[in-house]
């Protein structure tokens, strides 16, 4: 069993920044790779960044790349997401996942194992 907790989320004007953060623990932490999903009202949960065991390589949905940066600390078992330039269509509530299956980074919502219980991302315009 996995246990994630996100912090870091709030209300931000367009153009500013904000960082999450996402702790684990239960399971050895770079057993897994590691991903952020966010989901609007009315919308689906979509896939945001995803970040390799290791942490040596990161991926990026077209709407935040350039903006966002994901990273891990195996050692401290977190792993972050700086999120610069917001935008209103940043809005949303955000998840963290693990996914424990063999290979790299999958976008797919449904092939994560654990989930943690989401903070919420406001940006005005």
């Known amino acids: 069993q996995v246990q994630l907790v996100e912090s870091g989320g709030g209300l931000v004007q367009a153009g500013g920044f904000l960082r999450l953060s996402c702790a684990a623990s239960g399971r050895t932490f770079n057993n897994y790779a590691m991903a952020w999903f966010r989901q609007a009202p009315g919308k689906e949960r979509e896939f945001v960044a995803g970040?390799?065991?290791?942490?040596?390589?990161?991926y990026y949905a077209d709407s935040v790349k350039g903006r966002f940066t994901m990273s891990r600390d195996n050692a401290k078992n977190t792993v972050t997401l700086q999120m610069n330039r917001l935008q209103p269509e940043d809005t949303a509530v955000y998840y963290c996942?693990?996914?424990?299956?063999?290979?790299?980074?999958?976008?797919?919502?449904?092939?994560?194992?654990?989930w943690g219980q989401g903070t919420q991302v406001t940006v005005s315009s």
């Open positions: 996942a693990a996914d424990f299956r063999l290979g790299g980074v999958t976008t797919t919502t449904s092939l994560y194992d654990y």
């Open positions: 970040i390799t065991r290791s942490g040596d390589t990161a």
